[in-house]
């Protein structure tokens, strides 16, 4: 079973419409990332928590928002989703002390 | 946050050693070196880290040079699950800080 899992997978939509990408992790970890990756491109970081009351921005936070409902779950909020906001989404966690961050499979989200 | 330069990609064949460069003339004394990996419509994973000791685990080894300017990650047989987009990047050692990615190098494994 997956330790980081994001919901969904694919997402088509339109311009204006409100979206949300949700994670989970079972990895018992304290901070969690969310990035975006455009083709050919590395990725950059949007949000990030390092834990359930810490909320961050990071490089390119205008146009979304999150909430870390629980430790186990961090979601992304697009509140009106326009189409340079196409791209593949990453959740991420890591647990305080240690170096390595997990990602999970990825959310392609297409806004047309 | 300090910069990394590598090369856009690179070739190798199945089986040979892989040396994968990165220069980061303006590191930082707490910065340390991570080295992540993309396989191909894959989240990034995590392959190696170092600060100023040379570095092995199962997956590959982060050579750094004495002044840390640069380092190289050898894979010590490539294979062609290797082939993928190797990340660069420099991690400051205080606890709140994070990872920011650049282009990587795109490693490309011939049979």
């Known amino acids: 079973d997956a330790d980081v899992t994001q919901t969904p997978r694919n997402r088509i939509t339109k311009t204006g419409k409100r979206i949300m990408l949700e994670c989970s992790q079972t990895k018992g970890h304290d901070r969690m990332y969310w990035y975006r990756q455009d083709p050919g491109l590395g990725l950059r970081l949007i949000y990030y928590s390092f834990d359930v009351k810490d909320i961050n921005k990071g490089e390119i936070s205008d146009g979304y928002s999150v909430s870390r409902q629980a430790q186990a779950k961090f979601s992304l909020s697009l509140e009106s989703a326009i189409p340079n906001q196409t791209a593949l989404y990453f959740c991420a966690t890591s647990l305080r002390g240690l170096n390595e961050q997990f990602f999970g499979p990825g959310t392609r989200l297409t806004v047309l | 946050d300090a910069k990394t330069t590598q090369p856009n990609s690179m070739e190798s064949n199945e089986e040979e050693p892989v040396h994968l460069p990165c220069n980061h003339s303006?590191?930082?004394?707490?910065?340390?070196i991570h080295w992540y990996r993309q396989l191909p419509s894959q989240g990034p994973e995590y392959v190696i880290h170092g600060l100023t000791s040379n570095v092995n685990n199962r997956m590959a080894s982060l050579a750094i040079a004495e002044d840390r300017k640069s380092s190289t990650l050898i894979l010590h047989r490539a294979t062609l699950r290797d082939a993928a987009v190797y990340y660069c990047i420099l991690k400051n050692g205080r606890g709140y800080s994070t990872l920011t990615f650049g282009k990587g190098t795109m490693l490309l494994v011939s049979p």
């Open positions: 303006t590191i930082s004394g707490t910065d340390y």
